[in-house]
């Protein structure tokens, strides 16, 4: 008379469906594994179980989770984890299962019975989950079939996590493409508004049929001198932004004093924009640090001229307190402030607040630019904002700078 296979109790039915219900909830597949091993342990006698899932181009296997619940902590990482059994599932995708040669070996860690099964294995397989009992019992039919369950919920995480990973690509792509044909857009209007404006006083001081009067002619040479500075500088900022996504830009290291960098920026915006005026507070002992002072000036005045263009109105109070680590800079303004769900977004390149009057220029590369200048200082730079009370950009930067070639961080989005 031949063995009689069991069948499903009541209890093991009721860990199954608990099982399919984490799996069906679950956000993260970390998490739904480690509720879902003790309810595994209840049903299938195991000491290891790990979950290896294949890379999509390469089929290389990279472990995805791994428990130790049993008798194989402390063995080898060949024994304990069943590498060997994984790799060949993927070149033969079926359920596979390995026997100790030596059913009578007195050491159980040197009797280990393995079961891989193929994760979702049509045509291949995702990955494979290893189940290791160390000194038996042998898995039988009956706990193979619940152990391929088992395994095919796991799939059921690692499918969800994969087509989560795919949806937030293909999110940051669109956004991505939003933002490139947004900036397409801006950047077409904020060339044309200079240009016009120089071609068009141009084009009228060099009329043969009228004559100026130099108070006139003073007025248009001024405006064609701004409007080409704006040119000037949007350029400028194009360049700057390209070369360091491409981490092309060279940093100029040498000693700078903040502080009299800070001033001399500020004066050179007043000198443009009258209106401004800045209040600076100092705390600490002013030394040295290494930086770019070009490129740190460049941060400064582009935050500068945020606040003009997007707190109009509004006093600039700057505070610089230094100690044996490095300086920390802040720079405030009690303008308009932005909404909290822009705040992650506004050092992204071309990034700029919908929410801003069409009538406000810009390019969104003005603090990407920052962000990518302070970062190569090893320094960081974080934004903080409250709707109607204003906006502070708080600045850290190292008293030495490690880096000392060309930029070579690229943006995270």
Known sequence: MGLIEPTTTAVETKHLYQISQIVSRASGWNKALDEIIPLIRKIIIFDNLVVYIADPLTRHLDVMYARAVGRGRSAEADIAWGEAIANRIMG?????IDEPKDELEEDRLKSPYVLGIPINANPNPLGVVVFIRFGGPPFNSYYIDLADFIAQQIGLLVERQNLQKANTLLETQNRETRLQED????ISHELRTPLGFIKGYSTTLLRPDTTWDPQTQQE???IIDQETDRLQELIDNLLDSARLQSG?????FQAVRIDTLIKTVAERTKL???????????EGEQGPLTGDPKRLGQVFENLFNNALKYAPGSEVWVKINTDEMGTTITVEDHGPGIPHRFLPHLFERFFRNPDTSPSVHGTGLGLFICKKIITAHDGMISAHSEVGRGTQFRIWIPKITLKKA????LEES
């Open 92 to 96: 033969d995708p079926k359920i596979t």
């Open 406 to 409: 060309p930029i070579t961080t």
């Open 183 to 186: 900036f397409i857009s801006t």
């Open 248 to 252: 092309t830009l060279v940093m100029d």
């Open 272 to 282: 443009h924009n009258p209106q401004f005026i800045l209040h600076l507070d100092i």
């Open 220 to 222: 248009f040479l001024q």
